[in-house]
T-cell receptor, first 114, second 115 residues
């Protein structure tokens, strides 16, 4: 079955630094991979999508890379701010019971200290 | 403003009660989904719909049922709530033509506690 692993449950960094979050997957070759932000008690918010034929995508301070050989995506937040503190979820399109709907990882909780 | 609404936000209910979690979206999306999420855990797909009168079960087995009589409305029903149903339930929608390519829009969720 498909499996998504996000590098760590929690990541603590200092304000102004670059946060790098990792998403690894197995047993599948997704057509695209998405990143979401989730705040406590709220639903996830869509941030970025990257297709299998794209190596990198940027949006303001966010950058996502996608390496289909390594089966890995990296999510970077540059010049991080305390307001960036949240849980970040990786998601990919799935097959089987999901019929192409999104499968989510557990997420990485990012804390940015002032 | 285009959005997706879930009610109630919080619900505490006794065992054996019947409950319906409401979900409505104003974006005209054909595809809608229900995910279940426990604290610190990943979202699990429990139901989805590709349009009116279309409903399917997701990866996670659930005793809940759903209906899709109108495009904008996708309620979830538990006929007899049990403590094992205690969880956060998240509703989402996306454009059918692009599947999830533009991302899912999620509601704020319903936190259900069955006592």
């Amino acid at each position: 079955s498909q499996k998504i692993e996000q590098n760590s449950e929690a990541l603590n960094i200092q304000e102004g630094k670059t946060a790098t979050l990792t998403c690894n997957y197995t047993n599948y070759s997704p057509a695209y991979l998405q990143w979401y932000r989730q705040d406590p008690g709220r639903g996830p918010v869509f941030l970025l999508l990257i297709r299998e034929n794209e190596k990198e995508k940027r949006k303001e301070r966010l950058k996502v890379t996608f390496d289909t050989t390594l089966k890995q995506s990296l999510f970077h937040i540059t010049a991080s701010q305390p307001a960036d503190s949240a849980t970040y979820l990786c998601a990919l399109d799935g097959f089987g019971g999901s019929q192409g709907n999104l499968i989510f990882g557990k997420g990485t909780k990012l804390s940015v200290k002032p | 403003e285009a959005d997706i609404y879930q009610t109630p936000r919080y619900l505490v209910i006794g065992t054996g009660k019947k409950i319906t979690l409401e979900c409505s979206q104003t974006m005209g999306h054909d595809k809608m989904y229900w995910y279940q999420q426990d604290p610190g855990m990943e979202l699990h797909l429990i139901h989805y719909s590709y349009g009116v009168n279309s409903t399917e079960k997701g990866d996670l087995s659930s005793e809940s049922t759903v209906s899709r009589i109108r495009t904008e409305h996708f309620p979830l029903t538990l006929e007899s709530a049990r403590p094992s149903h205690t969880s956060q339930y998240l509703c989402a929608s996306s454009e059918a033509g692009t599947g999830g390519l533009d991302g899912y829009t999620f509601g704020s969720g319903t936190r259900l506690t069955v006592v």
